[in-house]
């Protein structure tokens, strides 16, 4: 993915990154002056103002990559490479203090610091545990490692320095002088380790479809926000130690700068609206407003319908115009006492202050509405969005910050479900489906590491015959405490939530793995296909699905790949691409769900697979002499065949629709009439049991699974 950057960070980044090692170089000046009882305590300060604003620095420009997903920073990860970095501090400032320090070990000490650097810039790359995992452009990379370890041989010998200079400081011009060397050379150390980070970063290639899946995470938002106080210290700090009459440029730096870092601290860079932070405490003050004039005031929780897609085929700069134009059409519809900000993505909060009637919230929402629906120029395209509003209004859907947010965001969640470009006012019975809907989000991240899901198998048979000819892999969950989960509730939320993704990886192991099984066993090779998200359908999918098969070693005949008709129209030329690929790799590619979407003849013969599943709904049309059922039915097939594809035909329960789909040639079948989905062990046995008394006993006596 093309790199997209917040210069604003990457400018503060290196502002901190400046100051710390200014504060840092006035500190190890000091060391070697101080009684040995008071070394020790510059040592520490200085290291510990220095490795916090390197770390800050680090993070601040990793921060700054533009990513169209919220991202989520792994706690004990962030607070690993802040101890590593500290400790690399440490020794630089021990370096520092020697007296005589040999030449070879600060080229040394310069190297090793400069590998726990490197260290950690890719260790906070790593705390947002993105899916797809990150890839390097091998070339940038080592010019980023080259880069950070010229910085700091520079660093180390630079402080080093202070020690052999101190005696000629001896008047006001000198001190003068020695302080512009300072300021000079920690804009230095600074700048190189901002373009190091800014190499590195050139160096990463993040897939579009990339998910944070980082648990006890903190927000970028809270990161930023954290580092921007942290900042405060830092300055604090170095204003501290530097001295009174030393310090006339540091000071003149961070007196121009607070009130920029708390207006920094407290509004979306790319928006200028206000941030999550100011959000909450507009809420809490409008709290303690209605709750002494007694007026009600509303939270209203808005989110963009379809802007991922057009963050990811259009890039991002068109993202974050668009982003632009929508904040400045909300700001134009609310009132002067409103106050609307952006709390991350493409979600807005606006919250209306003193509402005389439920009707203002209800015309302001239909503003919103209204003016979001027009079109927008961006760089040459013309874009359209939508959104959907969640309301909760003050007393009667929450008394606090968290409970109006959670349920305006539950109400938005029920305006997304009821077909977008809509509001809803939150209701009590959506606040049991959105606790509902977290928990399971929640239970999502642990499923797999702790092996809750499994795999059941359902067989396919031929039409006119006896013979099975594979089997469709289903996945199932069972939760410790929820029990047994439906798929058609924990995979929408999966998809919603981009889980999906290694839930989906993991489905393809777990059949490999089966497959592998049961070939040591002995049993006869068969054909097991899986369906994929329209979510998997990215950019790196054939990457990913060969290196799992190959990985198992199992060849790509045994495997077909379900891929349903709205998700294959979603993007014609991506699955066109895919669907190619996996083709000329040997997978199998089946329509699912044929009928029940877009239906477009002329793309169906351009993706050219194997299968096309009739859906169930059809299917079961063909009981009680429903001639327009039979016609749809006959119509598929016939133009799957001429085509050249053959036809599955799901959900065969009855006897009826067996002879019914025979007399139409259907050439495969699948349903409960035939097999239910069953266990691995189960199906193991009915592979090495699939005969013609089998089949014949399922037709006299029912199901036999």
């Known amino acids: 993915m093309p790199g997209s950057y917040n210069f604003l960070l990457l400018a503060f980044a290196l502002l901190v990154a400046s100051l710390s090692a200014y504060a840092a170089l006035e500190v190890s000046e000091r060391i070697s002056t101080q009684e040995a009882q008071y070394r020790r305590l510059w040592l520490t300060l200085g290291a510990g103002v220095f490795g916090l604003g390197i770390w800050a620095a680090l993070f601040l420009c990793v921060a700054a990559l533009r990513l169209p997903m919220a991202v989520g920073f792994e706690a004990r990860l962030g607070v690993l490479s802040l101890l590593l970095t500290v400790g690399s501090a440490f020794y630089l400032m021990h370096l520092a203090g020697l007296r005589r320090p040999h030449a070879a070990r600060l080229l040394v000490g310069g190297v090793a610091i400069g590998a726990a650097l490197n260290a950690v810039f890719h260790m906070a790359l790593k705390a947002m545990m993105l899916v797809p995992e990150l890839k390097y452009q091998k070339s940038l990379l080592l010019l980023a490692v080259l880069a950070t370890e010229l910085t700091a041989v520079f660093a180390v010998a630079l402080f080093s320095s202070t020690n052999t200079r101190k005696a000629s400081a001896n008047s006001v011009g000198s001190l003068n002088s020695q302080q512009t060397r300072r300021v000079l050379a920690s804009i230095l150390v600074g700048a190189g380790l901002v373009a190091s980070a800014c190499a590195g970063l050139r160096a990463v290639a993040i897939m579009p479809d990339a998910q944070s899946h980082a648990l006890r995470s903190i927000t970028r938002e809270h990161l930023v926000n954290g580092i921007v106080f942290g900042a405060f210290f830092a300055m604090t700090l170095a204003l501290v130690v530097s001295g009174a009459q030393r310090n006339r440029v540091l000071k003149k730096i961070v007196g121009r700068t607070n009130d920029k870092l708390l207006h920094f601290a407290t509004h979306d860079v790319l928006t200028g609206l206000p941030n999550r932070v100011l959000l909450s405490d507009r809420i809490q003050h409008a709290i303690q407003v209605a709750r002494r004039n007694g007026r009600p005031f509303a939270v209203l929780f808005m989110d963009l319908d379809g802007f991922k897609g057009i963050n990811d085929s259009l890039g991002h700069a068109v993202g974050d115009g668009l982003l632009v134009s929508v904040s400045q059409r909300i700001r134009g519809c609310i009132r002067g006492e409103d106050m609307v900000a952006r709390i991350g993505g493409d979600e807005f909060v606006v919250v209306m202050s003193n509402l005389s009637s439920p009707e203002v919230v209800e015309h302001l929402s239909e503003n919103i509405l209204s003016v979001l629906r027009q079109d927008v120029e961006i760089e040459d395209a013309t874009l359209r969005v939508t959104s959907s509003i969640g309301i909760a209004v003050y007393p009667n859907s929450g008394d606090s910050v968290d409970a109006l947010m959670r349920n305006a965001d539950a109400a938005m969640y029920e305006a997304k479900q009821s077909g977008r470009n809509t509001y809803r006012f939150f209701e009590p019975a959506m606040h049991a489906s959105a606790m509902r809907h977290l928990m399971v989000r929640q239970a999502l991240q642990q499923a797999i590491e702790q092996e809750q899901f499994s795999l059941h198998f359902q067989p396919k048979y031929r039409g006119g015959s006896h013979q099975l000819t594979g089997v469709e892999a289903l996945l199932r969950w069972t939760h410790p405490e929820l029990g047994e989960m439906s798929p058609s509730e ?77 998700a294959a129209m979603k993007d014609v030329e991506r699955s066109t691409r895919v669907i190619n690929d996996l083709q000329a790799l040997g997978f199998d590619i089946a329509i699912d769900d044929f009928g029940t979407g877009y239906s477009s003849l002329a793309y169906l013969a351009q993706f050219h697979c194997r299968q096309i599943k009739i859906d169930r709904f059809f299917t079961s049309r063909l009981d009680a002499s429903d001639h327009s059922g039979r016609a749809i039915v006959s119509a598929i097939i016939a133009l799957a065949h001429a085509l050249q594809m053959e036809v599955v035909a799901e959900g065969v329960e009855t006897e009826e629709q067996l002879r019914e789909l025979q007399a139409l040639h259907c050439d495969q079948v ?36």
């Open 670 to 705: 699948q349903g409960f009439l035939l097999g239910r989905p069953a266990e691995a062990s189960k199906t193991q046995g009915l592979l090495e049991a699939s005969n013609d008394d089998l089949f014949g006993a399922m037709l006299r006596n029912g199901p036999a699974i």
């Open 490 to 566: 924990f995979i929408p939320i999966a998809e919603r939530s981009g889980q999906i993704i290694p839930i989906g990886d993991w489905v393809l192991r777990a059949v490999c793995s089966q497959i592998r099984h049961w070939d040591m066993a002995g049993v006869k090779p068969v054909k097991v296909a899986l369906n994929l998200s329209p979510l998997q359908m990215r950019t790196d999918l054939v990457n990913s699905i060969t290196s799992i098969v190959g990985e198992a070693g199992i060849a790509p005949q045994r495997l077909m790949f379900e891929i349903t008709e709205t």
